[in-house]
T-cell receptor, first 111, second 114 residues
Framework: GAGVSQSPRYKVAKRGQDVALRCDPI?????LFWYQQALGQGPEFLTY????????KSGLPSDRFFAERPEGSVSTLKIQRTQQEDSAVYLC?????????FGPGTRLTVT | DQQVKQNSPSLSVQEGRISILNCDYT??????FLWYKKYPAEGPTFLIS?????DKNEDGRFTVFLNKSAKHLSLHIVPSQPGDSAVYFC?????????????FGKGITLSVRP
């Protein structure tokens, strides 16, 4: 929605594998957010970028999670040494004033 | 601790009737509230929002009411339509500069019966 695409849409990873999830917003969005949505829960904040600067990473659950947005547009969320509890939908959103518009998400399943 | 609570996991209403979805929050720093609608395999879609300086905001069939003293908000959908069947999330943010990260409730599954 609102010009945010995410890829892949689905990812199955073996435990211990590294994964990279991509968020590609239409140009012009300064604010970009990542959220994690576990089954049966609401989305939970992971990290926030203002252009290329990562201003808040307080929601990242461990140091296995890393996010970047080097040119202030496309963002990548990387998870190293995936574990079963990382299985969730990962949502990217762009901000406009106080509202946020979400992409379709990447469903990650760790087996 | 859950700062945004949607205590009813599901709601079923007849087509044409009113749907009332409730949400409570505990953090008094929250000053902007949003409702999102989510279909399976899609991201949440923004529906309607309200600032804490208001107590009501209306957009077509959707109205959000905010009771700050009770830390409670509700979404009214009138008349309800079968296409409204989805999961509805309440979300809140605090005005902390540019980082308006959202805190979500667990969602309510609305079913509108034809």
């Amino acid at each position: 929605g609102a010009g945010v695409s995410q890829s892949p849409r689905y990812k199955v990873a073996k435990r211990g594998q590294d994964v990279a999830l991509r968020c590609d917003p239409i140009s012009g969005h300064v604010s970009l957010f990542w959220y994690q949505q576990a089954l049966g829960q609401g989305p939970e904040f992971l990290t926030y970028f203002q252009n290329e600067a990562q201003l808040d990473k307080s929601g990242l659950p461990s140091d296995r999670f890393f996010a970047e947005r080097p040119e202030g547009s496309v963002s990548t969320l990387k998870i190293q040494r995936t574990q079963q509890e990382d299985s969730a939908v990962y949502l990217c959103a762009v901000g406009s004033n106080y509202e946020q518009y979400f992409g379709p998400g990447t469903r990650l399943t760790v087996t | 601790d859950q700062q945004v609570k949607q205590n009813s996991p599901s709601l079923s209403v007849q087509e044409g009737r009113i749907s009332i979805l409730n949400c409570d929050y505990t953090n008094s720093m929250f000053d902007y509230f949003l409702w999102y609608k989510k279909y399976p395999a899609e991201g949440p879609t923004f529906l309607i929002s309200i600032s804490s300086i208001k107590d009501k905001n209306e957009d077509g069939r959707f109205t959000v009411f905010l009771n700050k003293s009770a830390k409670h908000l509700s979404l009214h959908i009138v008349p309800s339509q079968p296409g409204d069947s989805a999961v509805y999330f309440c979300a809140a943010s605090a005005s902390t500069g540019a980082n308006s990260k959202l805190t979500f409730g667990k969602g309510i599954t609305l079913s509108v019966r034809p």
